[in-house]
C-alpha cells in the first residue's frame, strides 16, 4: 500500500497536511505512538499513528519529527483529540525533515486506520479493489500491469483524474475532440477512448477512460469496461465530496450577497468546504444549462485547472472560488477559455465571467463582479462567451444587469414610433440613426459609411427628429438612442444596414 492509497480513501477523510511529493512511499506496517522518541521501537517504513500526547511546544515537534525521518518511517498520521487540531510548529518540522504528515478527523479510530493499511487489496479485480478503498491510481496501476499498457481516467474538460504516465498537449487535444463524436474510438494513433457515461449535460464535464496501445483488442475492451465502472464510483465519490463542500460554499457566498453573513463567517465555511486560508481569491460564475449542469461543467474546468477552488450552484448558474498566489491567478483567465474551448455549442451556449484578483474582504464585490460579467458574456454571440473583469469598464455591462423586460421597454419608448415607420414605409432610419450615433455624430463619415449625400443624410436625421420628438444636437439625447439601440437584441445590434 502506498501513502496516496490511504489519501484517495475518501472512507477515512484524511487530510494531508505537508510532503505531497512523497506520497509514493510504500507503508509496511502502522505503529501506534506517544513518545516523544520512538526511534527505537521503528525498523522504517511505519506509518507512525500519535495522538501528540507528548507534544509541549515547537522544540518537541522538531525533536518528534527528527526522531522519526531517523528511523526511516512513511509517514505521521495525527490525531486530534486532545489539541484539537495538528499544531503548525509539528507541520513545519514534518516539512523540514520531510516526513508526509496527515491528520485524522475524529470520526476515525486510530484501530480503523491500522486495519485498513493491513487490509490486503485484490490485485486483478479492478472493481473489487476500489471498492474495498485502492487509489484511482492504485487501481489503474493493476489495470496497466494486466494490459502491459498505460492507462488513464480523465475528463473531457481536461482533467487527468488519475494515470499511469503523462499525456502530451496533443493527446489531450485528441482526447478532448474524441468526447464529441461518438465512442468508443481510436484517436491519435494509439490511444482508444471509451466513455464513463453518456447521461444528460455538456460533454465537457463527463469522464472518459482511455488506454495507449494497439495489441490484444479483446482484452482492452474488457479492462475497458471495468475501469467504466471504476471511474463511476471514483466519480460518485467526487461528486459526494464536491456537493458536501459547495453547500459551505454556497452558503458563504449567498450570506455574503445578501448581507446576513459575516467575513469572519464566510471565512470558516470556505475553509470547511477546503479551500486555503489566506490566499488570494478570484471568482468564476458560469451558467451553461440548468444549474446542476452549470455546477458539474464548472467543477471540471476548475479541476483541470489545476488550482485550489470550490464550485456551488448560485441561483441559476453556478460560481467557483479559486484560492492560489497572485501568479497562478493572473493566468486564470487565459486557462478557462482554452478549457472551455470546446465546453459550449449552438444548443447548449456557455457563458462565463471573472472577477479580478481580491482578497477575502473584497469577495462579496468580486462575486458581483463576476455575476455582471457573465450576464455580459450572455449578450456576446458564440457557443462560448466569457467576459473578463477588464470587460465591465463599459456601457454593456449597465445594459446586462437591466432585466430584459426593462431593456424591451426602454427600447419600445425611444424607438417605438420609428420601428414602426420603417415597418410601414420599408425604409431603413433606424439604420441610419444607428450609423449615425457609431460615426460619433459626423456627417460626413456617416455619409460616407452609408454612400449617401450629406444632405440626403441631414433630410434623414431630420426625419428621425420629427418621428421620436428628439433633439439629436442634444448629447444625452445621442446617449438615451445609443442604449436604447445597444439594448435592441441580447446579442446587441445588428449590423448596420447599408441599403440607400
Not at 500500500?1 to 510504500?26: H, K, V
Not at 473531457?156 to 468508443?184: I, S
Not at 471495468?226 to 459547495?246: H, N, P, W
Not at 446587441?492 to 447599408?498: C, M
Amino acid at each position: 500500500m502506498l501513502l496516496a492509497d490511504l489519501l484517495g480513501d475518501t472512507s477515512l477523510g484524511l487530510r494531508l497536511l505537508t510532503g505531497r511529493e512523497a506520497l509514493d512511499r510504500p507503508v509496511r506496517g502502522v505503529y501506534i505512538t506517544d513518545l516523544p522518541d520512538p526511534r527505537r521501537y521503528l525498523s522504517g517504513g511505519e506509518l507512525v499513528l500519535s495522538g501528540l500526547v507528548w507534544h509541549g511546544g515547537a522544540q518537541d515537534s522538531d525533536g518528534f519529527a527528527a526522531a522519526l525521518a531517523d528511523a526511516g518511517v512513511a509517514g505521521l498520521a495525527c490525531g486530534t483529540a486532545r489539541l484539537g487540531k495538528t499544531p503548525r510548529d509539528l507541520v513545519r518540522a514534518c516539512a523540514a525533515h520531510g516526513i508526509p504528515a496527515f491528520e485524522v478527523p475524529l470520526s476515525v479510530s486510530f484501530s480503523t486506520l491500522a486495519d485498513r493499511v493491513q487490509r490486503p487489496v485484490p490485485r486483478h479485480d479492478l472493481v473489487a479493489a476500489v471498492a474495498a478503498g485502492a487509489s484511482p491510481d492504485r487501481v489503474l496501476a493493476l489495470a496497466a500491469e494486466r494490459l502491459a499498457a498505460d492507462c488513464w481516467i480523465v475528463s473531457a474538460a481536461g482533467w487527468t483524474v488519475a494515470g499511469t504516465a503523462e499525456l502530451t498537449a496533443a493527446e489531450h487535444r485528441a482526447v478532448r475532440d474524441a468526447a464529441a463524436g461518438r465512442l468508443p474510438r481510436r484517436v491519435s494513433g494509439d490511444l482508444a477512448v471509451w466513455p464513463v457515461d453518456a447521461g444528460p449535460g455538456p460533454r465537457a464535464s463527463r469522464w472518459l477512460v482511455v488506454i495507449r496501445g494497439t495489441s490484444d483488442a479483446a482484452e482492452h475492451e474488457g479492462v475497458a469496461g471495468e475501469l467504466g465502472t471504476v471511474a463511476a464510483l471514483v466519480r460518485a465519490r467526487v461528486d459526494e465530496a464536491r456537493r458536501i463542500a459547495g453547500r459551505s460554499a454556497e452558503a458563504a457566498m449567498r450570506g455574503l450577497l445578501d448581507g446576513t453573513s459575516s467575513g469572519t463567517d464566510a471565512v470558516a465555511r470556505l475553509e470547511a468546504a477546503g479551500l486555503p486560508p489566506g490566499e488570494p481569491l478570484r471568482v468564476v460564475a458560469l451558467r451553461s444549462g440548468a444549474a446542476g449542469e452549470s455546477a458539474a461543467l464548472l467543477a471540471e474546468l476548475a479541476a483541470a485547472s489545476g488550482l485550489a477552488a470550490v464550485t456551488a450552484p448560485l441561483g441559476d448558474a453556478a460560481a467557483a472560488l479559486f484560492a492560489d498566489d497572485r501568479d497562478h491567478l493572473l493566468r486564470l483567465e487565459d486557462r478557462l477559455r482554452a478549457l472551455a474551448a470546446d465546453a459550449g455549442s449552438a444548443d447548449e451556449p456557455v457563458a462565463a465571467g471573472i472577477s479580478d484578483i481580491t482578497g477575502i474582504g473584497g469577495l462579496r464585490a468580486a462575486l458581483e463582479e463576476a455575476v455582471h460579467a457573465r450576464r455580459l458574456a450572455e449578450r456576446a454571440p458564440g457557443a462560448v462567451r466569457i467576459a473578463g473583469a477588464a470587460e465591465l469598464a463599459t456601457h454593456d455591462v449597465l445594459l446586462a444587469s437591466v432585466p430584459a423586460e426593462l431593456r424591451r421597454s426602454y427600447r419600445d419608448r425611444l424607438l417605438a414610433e420609428l420601428l414602426a415607420y420603417d415597418a410601414a414605409h420599408g425604409s431603413d432610419l433606424t439604420g441610419t440613426l444607428r450609423a449615425f450615433l457609431e460615426s460619433s455624430g459626423s456627417w460626413t463619415q456617416c455619409a460616407q459609411r452609408l454612400h449617401l449625400h450629406v444632405n440626403t443624410l441631414r433630410y434623414r436625421i431630420r426625419r428621425v427628429e420629427e418621428l421620436t420628438g428628439r433633439d439629436l444636437g442634444h448629447f444625452p439625447t445621442r446617449v438615451d438612442f445609443f442604449l436604447a439601440l445597444r439594448a435592441e437584441a441580447p446579442g446587441g445590434p445588428e449590423p448596420i444596414s447599408e441599403r440607400a
